[in-house]
């Protein structure tokens, strides 16, 4: 066996170069996911073996490679393993850590992000999270496709407690979030829209267990493992929240609900609300629509004399300028059907609130009023008890999530608050935009910035 002279001495100029830039990468790497947390920085212990890998190599990882000559199955098989292992770990470290892609799957962000977008989502914006289930097929949220046999694409331990590290901002209103579904930790498998916890208020426990033909069987998840989810934040820790006929009002203290305080949020020009347009019996035509910006899942007919549209404003403008169009009215708030907490309030998701958005650290007195706004925080996101007539304390911060499409978006007003361990990452921007009605690539939105 070599000595370890010999084998320093035997180290290329480039092999040196090579340990010094993945040295230099993994330490970085180590003191950024154990800051703030600096038992973390054991990890350190294993950079030998990484500076080894380029120069001493008392570890042959390339053993495979003297067979190319005298056994080329075997080294054919290696090098196949080899550039997989490889792949399958980069792609987990940087999908964790760095960004990963999402696809807008529902139109509730129109015209802001269009169904078909494909984002570069960074996860470095506001902090990576430390996985808490670290073992799991790669590129995979929670289930594994049907050719792979189905079935959990994680295993449930080891699991790590929550912990993000350094990012370069938390999310402020305006910016449109990608994060786990908050009410996704319990789901029915044939049935997971809408949310288990809609379905059991409105069909009831007994339903749902007894016909798994329908809904499935019912699952638990781990935060990370929930669904992803798009929406802009429009309220931040801190902050009261109020929705009046469909305007969103913020003040920044929950000391008063007093009108004057309450500031009226920008409204972006993507945002769409249901509209019934009357018209004197006149078919628009898929031209027509097309050009006004209404899709083809967007075209409802009610009966001969009307549409059900999502409009924006200017869109709406558009459609009164239409001779056939005799009276463009908004969609009735009722239809919206029941928000959170589910039950157990009078509001509208037109017409929502006073709502106080939690921030780590706050003392509020629970009382019969607000004891349903919070009690989910307490048993789903933060597992305390929580008694009315007792001060509780906050352990996270929490969010308020919206979709620009206003009366076609599962949001906040139906779920509650988004605790900070859910969110993920921030869009940045668009890479691909595939136009489902027309079988086409929007070439326009390729390399757009998501908006803020």
């Known amino acids: 066996m070599k000595s370890f002279k010999e084998r320093i001495n035997e180290t290329t100029r480039g092999g040196w170069i090579r340990a010094g830039i993945w ?9 950024w996911v154990a800051w703030g947390d600096w038992k973390s920085l054991g990890w350190l212990a294993l950079l030998p073996l990484v500076i080894d890998m380029f ?24 090098s196949w393993i080899d550039a997989i292992v490889f792949a399958l770990v980069a792609v987990y470290f940087i999908n964790l850590y760095i960004f990963q892609n999402y696809q807008i799957p529902s139109s509730s962000l129109e015209k802001s992000l269009r169904v078909g977008d494909f984002l570069y989502v960074s996860k470095m ?4 999270r430390v996985p808490q289930t670290p073992l799991s097929m790669p590129l995979v949220q929670h289930t594994m496709p049907e050719w792979l046999g189905g079935g959990k ?22 910016d449109i979030v990608v994060f786990n579904f908050p009410a996704g930790d319990t789901v029915c498998t044939k049935m997971q829209n809408p949310d288990y916890y809609t379905l059991k208020y409105y069909y009831g426990d007994g339903l749902i267990q007894s016909r798994k033909d329908v809904f499935g069987e019912i699952v638990t998840r781990p935060v990370d493992r929930r669904e992803n989810y798009v929406k802009r934040c429009v309220g931040e820790p801190g902050d009261s929240l109020r929705i009046i006929n469909n305007v969103v009002y913020t003040k920044p203290s929950a000391v008063s609900y007093q009108p004057s305080e309450w500031q009226r949020e920008p409204e972006r020009e993507g945002v769409q609300l249901n509209y019934l347009v009357r018209t004197d019996g006149h078919v628009f035509g898929a031209k027509y629509l097309e050009k006004i910006g209404i899709s ?11 549409w059900h549209f999502p409009l924006t404003e200017a869109m709406k403008a558009e459609m009164e300028k239409n001779p056939h169009v005799l009276a463009v009215e908004i969609e009735p708030e009722t239809q919206g059907g029941a928000v959170y907490p589910l039950g157990h309030n ?3 998701r037109d017409n929502y609130g006073p709502i106080y958005i939690p921030r780590k650290g706050d003392k509020i007195l629970i009382t019969e009023e607000n004891y349903w706004v919070y009690k989910r925080i307490a048993e789903a996101y933060e597992f305390q008890p929580m008694q009315i007539g007792k001060e509780y304390e906050f352990r996270m911060d929490y969010y308020w999530m919206q979709g620009d499409n206003r009366h076609n978006s599962a949001d906040s007003r139906y779920w509650g608050f988004v605790p900070e361990d859910h969110i993920v990452g921030r869009p940045v921007f668009i890479w691909l935009s595939i136009d489902k009605d027309n079988h086409s690539i929007r070439f326009s939105r390729i390399g757009m910035r998501a908006k803020r």
């Open 23 to 31: 040295g230099t990468l993994y330490v970085a790497f180590v003191i």
């Open 346 to 348: 009078e509001w509208t």
């Open 125 to 128: 914006a506001y902090g990576a």
């Open 296 to 306: 083809i899942a967007d075209r409802v007919q009610v009966d001969p004399q009307t």
């Open 55 to 78: 120069t001493t190599k008392y570890i042959n990882y390339s053993w495979w490679r003297k067979y190319k000559d005298t056994k080329p199955a075997l080294y054919t098989l290696f």
């Open 153 to 174: 694409s994680y295993l449930d331990w080891p699991h790590w407690e929550y912990k993000r590290l350094k990012g370069w901002t938390s999310p402020q209103k305006g």
